[in-house]
């Protein structure tokens, strides 16, 4: 949908697994102008990552935490206190600038790079193309490049403010979601505290912590510094083994 703002992601039983994938296919491509590969790292399979000691927390709730469903509220509260019982530092700071921003520069530019990419897909073959793609090419098409240019020069300056942003801090610590994925297949869900990140291409860590009024499963959120994903995934494994939660069998209806 948008080369910008598009990621690689893994689902995976543990952190170490996840770490050890990214270690074999994290790369870069002529073909892909916006590769920047990561710093390479390897990772023994009988021992994972090493985890931080004590990792510095940083909770950020942003503006719309309001919205966010009761029951994730409470696992998110429940987890963060067991990450300071364990030992680490918690600290609780927004960020207004981004929580004002990235919202709006997200889907200016997700619209307008799908625009370039579908539209003619969208046009040749209007029955076998969905409503969503329709709505994002309009909308794009809608957009002007001066639009399209100060979303990607803002999401340049907010990535580079996110390295005085975590000074001091290992990772922030957020929801992933409002809470329990949504019913059926029309939606994903609302994806407004991913956006962020997605926005400024901070590596993201989301962890099981409990299950919401239906039986589905919530998280919490870590976020590392641009391309610093190994040191991530280093106070993700603390946190998996601090949190200690198993998340047993999914229920079959």
Not at 17 to 35: K, M
Not at 78 to 92: C, D, F, H, N, Y
Not at 96 to 106: G, I, K, P, R, Y
Not at 203 to 208: F, I, R
């Amino acid at each position: 949908m948008s080369p910008s703002l598009d990621h690689v992601g893994f689902f995976a039983r543990s952190v170490d697994d996840v770490a050890y994938a990214l270690s074999l296919l994290a790369a870069t491509s002529d073909l892909d102008r916006h590769g920047r590969p990561l710093p390479r790292f390897d990772v023994a399979v009988s021992e994972g990552v090493v985890p931080l000691e004590k990792p510095r927390l940083r909770i950020v709730r942003f503006q719309k935490w309001p919205r966010v469903e009761p029951e994730q509220q409470k696992v998110f509260e429940a987890a963060a206190s067991k990450l300071r019982e364990a030992g680490a530092i918690v600290e609780e700071r927004e960020w207004e600038e981004l929580d004002a921003t990235n919202w709006s520069a997200v889907n200016t530019i997700l619209s307008s790079e799908a625009a370039l990419i579908y539209n003619n897909l969208v046009e040749n073959y209007p029955d076998r193309t969905s409503d969503h793609l329709k709505s994002a090419v309009k909308a794009g098409k809608a957009l002007t490049a001066f639009d399209y240019l100060a979303a990607r020069s803002l999401q340049e300056r907010l990535r580079a403010a996110l390295t005085d942003e975590m000074s001091g801090v290992d990772a922030v610590l957020t929801v992933p979601a409002f809470g329990e994925a949504p019913e059926g297949l029309g939606s994903t869900g609302n994806a407004e505290y991913c956006a962020p990140w997605t926005l400024l291409g901070a590596p993201a860590v989301s962890l099981p912590a409990g299950f919401g009024k239906h039986g589905l499963p919530l998280g919490i959120q870590l976020v590392g510094a641009y391309r610093q994903d190994l040191h991530l995934l280093r106070a993700a494994k603390w946190a998996e083994g601090a949190l200690q939660f198993d998340p047993g069998l999914p229920k079959i209806a």
